[in-house]
């Protein structure tokens, strides 16, 4: 396959060449699972998706113009699955398991579009919000974030020349293959790529999926992003995320029912999938609360998923906990993929070797780091920690509470209520760079 030479077609692209989602595949493959799942059992859910840069100090509004962000939102408006893609999504198999997809749902998903949504701007931020039926809202939130990235991207380079442009993504490159090199060092390493939300650009993201291809061989599992699986012929990661929980907690009528939430999309999720895709994202409302209050048939799934908490620390809790109810850690998988970085990597496969299998989800870490690359400073390719949260379910307002209290999202009134119900035990306050 010829490569893309991505300098000269940043410095040459308009936006009829290069619209930022050319695919409605062009999205994680969670969101389609529980895409499906939200179709099958929660039809009559609405679910509003907002936006928010927890990177404050960056405005948004200020570094994109409005015109272009509409004219992005509005392109990916227009996109339907293509005969090819349902072909693949029909056909193809999914973690060990063929026609993962119902008949019904891909039938359904042929006259997909994305619904309307809604922009304004305040104290130099984009107020963008997603409002509508759950199973339509869920699959603004990828694409939100990949064009929002994207533009900041492209107007931080519009200023570089052809040859700057060179070289920022000679050094880029340069970079990144420093890093696989180091992790092909590691014996028995399994690495995914995990970075379409905040990616610098789908043509960036597309090289460095094709370079860890070559770089680690085998020890790269496959990607989240489910366009670049088709087209490279990877597998296609990823299972289920923050958002089930935080639906069923504010649809949840009483304090039990609240309390019971992440255990209720749990067994919702196993009646669903069962098999390879039983992993457990434990920290919506704190890791610790999870696994005080979880059943013990959860010790009986594949693995978890520590997201917001230190990988030593967080992944040191669920080992012990599997030792608890009688499980041997060895057996089990833990997957980490919080803002990781090399070294990151590193040192959590150095601790966890011969004591839990592992995997790690890489995200904007490489598929966004051009920190140090541009021939002049400048900070306006440094990645932001920005996201596209559940606010609302059927008018009530949702929360996620997270090991680190810097990632915690909703009204602050709610908030404390779900504090008060979960506790604060084993929260810790992080930079949240990423």
Known sequence: MAKTDIARRVYNHTWKLDPIVRSLLDTDFYKLLMLQMIWGMYPKVDATFT????????????????????????????????????????????????????????????????????LTKR?????????GPWMYTTLWEIPALA???????????????????????ARAKAKMWDKTERLKA??????SDFGTRRRHSFLWQRWCVEAL?????????????????????????????????MVFAALANSEEELRQAPYKVLQDWQRYYGGNLLIVLPDTFGTAAFLRDAPDWIADWTGFRPDSAPPIEGGEKILSWWREKGKDPKQKLLIFSDGLEVETIEEAYRHFRGKVRMSFGWGTNLTNDFEGCAPTETKSLDAISLVCKVSEANGRPAV???????????????????????????????????
């Open 51 to 118: 936006l928010i840069n927890r990177t404050s100090s960056v405005r948004l509004a200020d570094e994109i113009d409005e015109g272009e962000l509409r004219e992005q939102l509005d392109h990916a408006r227009t996109l339907r699955f293509t005969k090819k893609e349902m072909i693949w999504l029909g056909g193809n198999t999914f973690y060990g398991r063929k026609q993962i997809f119902e008949p019904e749902f891909l039938a359904w998903l042929e006259d997909f579009r994305l619904p309307d949504y809604e």
């Open 123 to 131: 104290d130099g931020q984009y107020e963008l919000s997603f409002p």
């Open 147 to 169: 064009i929002i990235n994207e533009l900041r991207s492209r107007a931080a380079l519009r200023s570089f020349g052809p040859f700057a442009l060179d070289v920022l993504y």
């Open 186 to 191: 590691l014996p028995g390493i399994r690495i």
């Open 213 to 245: 291809k070559e770089g680690i061989g085998d020890a790269f599992t496959g990607t989240s992003n489910v366009l670049l699986a088709m087209d490279n012929d990877l597998e296609a990661l990823g299972t289920n995320a923050h958002e089930l929980p």
């Open 400 to 434: 996620k509470l997270s090991d680190n209290p810097a990632k915690a999202t909703g009204d602050e009134k709610e908030i404390k209520r779900y504090l008060r119900i979960f506790g604060e035990k084993g929260r810790v306050e992080q930079l949240v760079k990423v």
